[in-house]
């Protein structure tokens, strides 16, 4: 079965950090992009940063100069490192995987999600 699977987040000061893992398995050749999203209570699901198989990168301007992405071809993980932290950062967190098949099938996978909470 084709997934991925998201981990890393947990409870963190203001100020401090985390990584997210977004890790993909079954059986896939690559990973082509990765799409982080977050969700807060009572809100709408926003776009928290992108990335594709040519190295391109985009960021919410909420998070600019403070969360990367960055990838792991070997393990087919894509991380997303997350830095001074805020305590409007609190959210579910997903990972959205755009996945080629070993028999070049492409899966539009969602994580379960995984919680980030920010708060002294």
């Known amino acids: 079965q084709v997934q991925v699977v998201e981990s890393g987040g947990g409870l963190v000061q203001p100020g401090g950090s985390l990584r997210l893992s977004c890790a993909a398995s079954?059986?896939?050749?690559?990973?082509?992009?990765v799409a982080w999203y977050r969700q807060a209570p009572g809100k709408q699901r926003e776009l928290v940063a992108t990335t594709n198989s040519g190295g391109s990168l985009n960021y919410a301007d909420s998070v600019k100069g403070r969360f990367t992405i960055s990838r792991d071809n070997a393990k087919n993980t894509v991380y997303l490192q997350m830095n001074s932290l805020k305590p409007e950062d609190t959210a579910v967190y997903y990972c959205?995987?755009?996945?080629?098949?070993?028999?070049?099938?492409?899966?539009?996978?969602w994580g379960q999600g995984t919680q980030v909470t920010v708060s002294s």
């Open positions: 959205n995987a755009d996945l080629i098949g070993s028999d070049g099938t492409w899966y539009d996978s």
């Open positions: 079954g059986s896939i050749l690559s990973i082509y992009a």
